[in-house]
């Protein structure tokens, strides 16, 4: 009986330890969440505005074009800038503002030059339309002249 008994006790402690990845890695973060917030770390990279000033050094803004937010992203990133993206849903075409934090100043300026260098490359870059390069192509064979194709039938005997 005894040994029955120890041997249910081994047996349900075995199941009860047992952790699967997914429990274990949900623990980590939410581990983590909690030692950020005891510490009050601040948030890099992307945040909501509310984070961004919440860090108390002051934001400036800037407007960003709608159709390079990514390019935008990815300069911000590499710079380590903290930015906060707020659309301005007003207008026809959305407009993009983001804020920096203020203290940030020699990176934003960094990270403005390399994004309006980019944004003068791609606009110098910019190729002509697949449609309008066929309408030309039509307007071209239609100019040449056509050639004429001869029927005639030999007799051969």
Same mark, same amino acid.
């Given at each position: 009986?005894?040994?029955?008994?120890?041997?249910?006790?081994?047996? %349900?402690?075995? =199941?009860?330890?047992?952790? +699967?990845?997914?429990?274990?890695?949900?623990? %980590?973060? +939410?581990?983590?969440?909690?030692?950020?917030?005891?510490r009050m770390?601040?948030?890099?990279?992307?945040?909501?505005?509310? $984070?961004?000033?919440?860090?108390?050094?002051?934001?400036? +803004?800037?407007?960003?074009?709608?159709? +390079?937010?990514?390019t935008?992203?990815k300069?911000?990133?590499?710079?380590?800038?903290?930015y906060?993206?707020?659309?301005?849903?007003?207008?026809?075409?959305p407009?993009?503002?983001?804020?920096? *934090?203020?203290?940030?100043?020699?990176?934003?300026?960094?990270?403005?030059?390399?994004?309006?260098?980019?944004?003068?490359?791609?606009?110098?870059?910019?190729?002509p =339309?697949? %449609?309008?390069?066929?309408?030309?192509?039509?307007?071209?064979?239609a100019? $040449?002249? =056509?050639?004429?194709?001869?029927k005639? *039938?030999?007799?051969?005997r």
């Amino acid at each position: 009986m005894n040994d029955e008994v120890s041997e249910k006790s081994v047996h %349900l402690a075995f =199941r009860v330890g047992r952790v +699967s990845a997914v429990t274990l890695w949900r623990g %980590l973060k +939410s581990f983590l969440r909690h030692r950020r917030e005891k510490r009050m770390l601040p948030k890099e990279g992307k945040q909501t505005v509310k $984070q961004l000033i919440k860090q108390g050094q002051g934001a400036s +803004s800037m407007e960003v074009g709608g159709e +390079s937010m990514r390019t935008f992203k990815k300069i911000a990133n590499k710079y380590g800038v903290d930015y906060a993206i707020v659309k301005d849903k007003t207008a026809d075409p959305p407009k993009y503002t983001c804020f920096f *934090k203020a203290k940030d100043i020699d990176a934003i300026t960094a990270v403005v030059k390399e994004y309006s260098a980019k944004m003068v490359k791609r606009e110098k870059k910019e190729k002509p =339309r697949i %449609l309008e390069q066929l309408r030309k192509i039509k307007e071209k064979i239609a100019m $040449q002249p =056509r050639r004429v194709k001869e029927k005639y *039938k030999e007799n051969v005997r």
